[in-house]
């Protein structure tokens, strides 16, 4: 394979060792190609440990604006010998590989077809540094400073952004300044440079920000009025927590230093449920973050919450399950255990964004929902959106909008009303009216409670109350079909009977992949789902496609069980395309199962 | 089935400082079986808040699931009610307070409840110290699913089956000491005169107010044999209380008393009083609670009475700094940061 004169498309993975600082190292590589005005993609493959395992970070770089992670290392740079063999392993053929060759490496190590790179950093770092703690940071500025003579990168780029985030401790930027210039240094002197693949300056970023998901979704749950957040620490939500905490210190601190949101880490992830609903049930909007562990421990309070009818907004932040072993990857595997948590007959919305802009207007919409709709909402990100920084179109919120509270009725309200129910229709749409706790002396209060009460909000055992309450739930249901947000539809420029859905962090591979496809001749149209309940643009898409490719994380091709059950939809003509290695899923991986599958059909 | 209870009530009814009738604090007409300790309790609720002049709607009922969780229907009809799940009435409250915190919680919960499926959420909230009536309806065995041993069931209680238990009991007035409980009592369904006086000083104080009651459970645990029925608990209580055994007995009022009382001023200005008869006892230090607590046990008694309080350590609402203001109050202004910060948090990520 050819790699001459490739412009900004390509991509770098760096093995590292987790714990020894290289992550902002590797951010500032990431940053660097985004200051220059090119697209770039960052992931993190990251272990359960804190100090000692391999990690590794791949950043794609892409003129084209892909921002789904890309089958293919050209340029690996590697700092850990624990993983060498396999790094080695994972470049392309005539790619490079960039290693530390202070110490030699074996020869039977070594690729014909690629092209190694050896930058002795750790000795230049003994002869530079005598403190053994900035001997090993200072080796991750040295790659980065290699890495800006072998790929064009700007060294003033750098330098200014090594001076913004040492801002706060000046003392710290010329030495990693240094550091860089070291590794600058040795390229000009002994390596080939620049590489046939390297960065050249572009206006292709426009006004899009870098962030990671479960930072916008904190950020959605400031904006959305949160101010009750319960969680219990699980990887990968609980920077979700942490993030709602930072901004809050941040935006919601009186001049009298008292606070405007009350956060708790709660002793396991049923109190954290437990706190978010009774919080919503007293009339201020709570949260809780979770991954699909803590999902299933909430699933009691799940039903509860849906029978009684209280709001509560939970962030999902998927991951691959359960226990040990897989729990820093990525995966798409809890759509059906949320869409029916608990126990009788439940089921919940859920929303499915697939940028940090959109975890950022989901999360709002989901707390207007969970209002509105009195019902858990779900919001289901993923590790992959959730920890990893992506680039996205700026937060945008509007000074004039209003904050959908749902029904909830005051005194004035109350004293207007002839009689309350708690449980009546008044409107026809399956939503009943609300009274918060201390609202008024005489009028307005209920128990609430599980499976059976009569409107009015009167225990019942009764078979036709509990009956009716059901078919009540049921037209809320269908309600929330038309409240949720609409999906997202493309048309193939070439008419075609064929479609593929796709939601969440499959998004970005699956609309490249569309491209692949179509360049090969296989047209695709696109629905991007954003909700659960599917709504009436979901059935029509299905309706009017002949073959459907549902490309999803997870083994069971679980967002197709919900379609054939939701929609009642033959099973052959949905055909699942399934990446669950616990790695984001990848164009090229789509692209060759549905070649593979066409020409299975077509063959057969 | 649901019940109503007729709403004629005598006309002349003595009301209370703000124009209500006990009536007022009633609720609907209990399903427990006839004799349950739990009504007893539900009426001692009634007869509180009645005279401590609580406007009904300020309070919210909180419960978990058992017989005692059943009761929130049975008093104050004015009041909003949350009957969540098994165990965990504590979280539930925890949120409910941290959305305003101007509310009294009175939370009730069972040994099953609390002692078993509920023993988390229920150490947490000590642990927490939220502004919170705690009271556990304690009966010993599990009612509402006939009859088995809880972990509160002393050792060697014998059930109505027959069957001796075989394990320790879980002693909750000592382990919410242990924990830092910052109001911890024990008392007896059946001895009203305490009970009121108690639960007044509970929803008083600004802190977790745990409240340990003998229930007796008239069906299932109150057999012969049993440690938890009324003959045995009235039994043992009588015969300590003229030998050895000393209720402490508690009220709130003004008066200083001589003799065998000790008044135990509040930071308001209000006073407890308190028969005081166990003499190496003192209810502001919690390893005298413990001494006097381990010593009752050892001799076969039952220790009640306000045991401890403290009204020095911080409520939740306290550590976490929340706003004076309930947070369910604070409108758009309080809570969203606008437009114009959001196009500033979008500078610092480019």
Redesign the interface.
């Known amino acids: 394979m050819s790699h001459t004169s490739r412009t900004n498309d390509f991509v770098v993975r760096f093995a590292n060792v987790n714990g020894t600082g290289s992550a902002s190292a590797n951010l500032l590589f990431a940053k660097s190609i985004y200051r220059m005005g090119v697209p770039v993609s960052p992931k993190n493959i990251f272990p359960s440990n804190i100090q000692g395992l391999p990690t590794w970070y791949e950043v794609r770089v892409s003129e084209q604006g892909y921002l789904g992670r890309r089958d293919g290392v050209d340029l690996c740079v590697t700092v850990n010998p624990q993983s060498l063999v396999e790094d080695i392993r994972s470049v392309v053929p005539g790619g490079y590989l960039m290693y530390d060759s202070t110490k030699p490496l074996h020869e039977e190590m070594l690729r014909e077809d690629i092209t190694f790179l050896g930058i002795p950093m750790m000795q230049i770092c003994t002869a530079e540094y005598q403190d053994p703690r900035q001997r090993l940071l200072f080796k991750n500025m040295v790659y980065v400073g290699a890495l800006s003579a072998l790929l064009n990168i700007e060294f003033g780029v750098l330098e200014q952004l090594v001076s913004e985030q040492f801002a706060s401790k000046a003392k710290l930027i010329p030495p990693n300044i240094k550091a860089m210039q070291l590794g600058v240094d040795y390229v000009r002197e002994h390596l080939p440079h620049p590489l046939p693949f390297g960065v050249e300056r572009r206006d292709l970023i426009g006004?899009r920000?870098?962030?990671d998901g479960n930072s916008a979704c904190a950020?959605g749950a400031?904006?959305a009025?949160a101010?009750?957040a319960?969680w219990y620490p699980i990887t990968p939500s609980t920077s979700v927590a942490e993030a709602f905490d930072s901004y809050c210190s941040e935006?919601?601190v009186?001049p009298d230093?008292?606070?405007?949101?009350?956060?708790?880490q709660?002793?396991?992830e049923?109190?954290?449920?437990?706190?978010?609903?009774?919080?919503?049930?007293?009339?201020?909007r709570?949260f809780t973050a979770t991954s699909g562990p803590g999902v299933s421990l909430m699933n009691?309070?799940l039903g509860?919450a849906y029978f009684?009818e209280i709001p509560v907004v939970l962030i999902d932040v998927q991951r691959v399950g359960p226990s040990t072993g897989m729990p820093t990857r990525t995966q798409q595997s809890d759509l059906t255990l949320a869409a029916y948590a608990s126990h009788g007959d439940t089921k919940h919305p859920m929303l499915f964004p697939s940028t940090p802009t959109e975890c950022f207007d989901l999360t709002v919409a989901a707390f207007d929902l969970a209002d509105r709709l009195q019902t858990p909402i779900m919001v289901m990100t993923d590790l992959d959106l959730g920890m990893n920084d992506h680039l996205t179109a700026?937060?945008?919120?509007?000074?004039t909008r209003?904050?959908d509270l749902g029904k909830v009725l005051t005194a004035e309200d109350l004293d207007a009303l002839p009689k309350y129910g708690r449980y009546l229709d008044t409107d026809g749409d399956g939503i009943p009216y609300r009274?918060?706790?201390?609202?008024?002396?005489?009028k307005g209060?209920?128990?609430?409670?599980?499976t059976s009460r009569?409107r009015m909000g009167?225990?019942?055992?009764?078979s036709e109350d509990y009956q009716d309450n059901m078919e009540r739930l049921t037209l809320k249901w269908t309600t929330a079909q038309s409240l949720v947000p609409a999906a997202e539809i493309h048309h193939s420029a070439v008419p075609t009977r064929d479609g593929m859905l796709y939601f969440g962090t499959t998004t970005q591979a699956a609309m490249e992949a569309a491209d692949l496809l179509a360049a090969q001749g296989q047209p695709l149209d696109q629905c991007r789902l954003r909700a659960f309940p599917f709504g009436a643009d979901v059935a029509a898409f299905v309706e009017t496609h002949d073959r459907i490719f549902v490309v999803e994380q997870n083994r069971d091709g679980q967002m197709r069980q919900l379609l054939i059950a939701e929609l009642g939809i033959d099973p052959h003509r949905l055909v699942s395309v399934l990446n669950f290695d616990g790695k984001p899923i990848t164009a090229d991986f789509i692209t060759k199962s549905i070649t593979r599958s066409v020409t299975r059909s077509t063959t057969a | 089935m649901s019940y109503v209870k007729p709403a004629f009530r005598h006309p002349e009814l003595p009301r209370n400082e703000l124009g209500y009738t006990k009536h007022d604090y009633e609720g609907g007409l209990s399903t427990l079986c006839a004799g349950c300790g739990h009504d007893s309790i539900s009426a001692a609720i009634v007869q509180a808040c009645f005279e401590m002049n609580i406007e009904p709607h300020k309070v919210a009922k909180m419960s978990g699931i058992g017989c005692s969780s059943k009761t929130p229907a049975y008093y104050l009809g004015h009041s909003h009610g949350f009957n969540s799940v098994h165990g965990r009435m504590p979280s539930v409250t925890t949120g409910a307070y941290l959305a305003n915190r101007d509310l009294i919680y009175l939370g009730v919960s069972g040994d099953g409840d609390t002692a078993s499926i509920g023993m988390g959420q229920f150490v947490h909230a000590v642990r927490r110290n939220l502004n919170m009536v705690y009271i556990v309806m304690n009966n010993g065995c599990y009612g509402l699913t006939k009859g088995q041993d809880s972990a509160t069931a002393d050792v060697g209680s014998v059930s109505k089956a027959g069957s001796v238990n075989p394990f320790d009991a879980i002693d909750l007035a000592g382990l919410a000491l242990e924990l830092g409980g910052t109001f911890v009592a024990q008392s007896f369904s059946g001895d009203k005169h305490q009970l009121v006086p108690l639960l007044k000083a509970a929803m008083h104080h600004k802190g977790f107010s745990f409240i340990n009651v003998l229930s007796p459970c008239v069906t299932f645990n109150n057999n012969a044999g049993s440690t938890k029925s009324y003959d045995w608990v009235r039994d043992h209580m009588e015969a300590t209380a003229t030998i050895d055994l000393v209720p402490l007995r508690t009220e709130i009022t003004t008066a200083y008393d001589d003799g065998a009382h000790q008044s135990v001023e509040l930071h308001d200005g209000s006073t407890i009083v308190l028969e005081k008869l166990a003499h190496d006892w003192n209810p502001r230090d919690r390893n005298s609670a413990v001494r006097a607590l381990h010593a009752a046990r050892d001799e076969g008694r039952i220790l009640t009475g306000l045991l401890y309080m403290d009204e020095d350590r911080p409520n939740l609402h306290e550590i976490l700094h929340t706003t004076s203001e309930p947070l369910n109050k604070l409108t758009h202004v309080d809570l969203i940061p606008g437009a114009s910060a959001l196009e500033k948090i979008n500078a610092g990520l480019r």
């Open positions: 006004d920000v870098i962030i950020l400031v904006y009025g101010t009750v319960a935006l919601r009186r230093g008292t606070r405007n949101y009350a956060i708790v709660a002793e396991d049923l109190a954290a449920i437990g706190m978010a609903i009774g919080a919503n049930w007293n009339g201020a709570a009691e309070f509860l009684a700026p937060f945008h919120w509007d000074d209003s904050l009274t918060i706790p201390g609202t008024h002396p005489t209060a209920y128990v609430a409670r599980g009569t009167v225990y019942t055992e009764k």
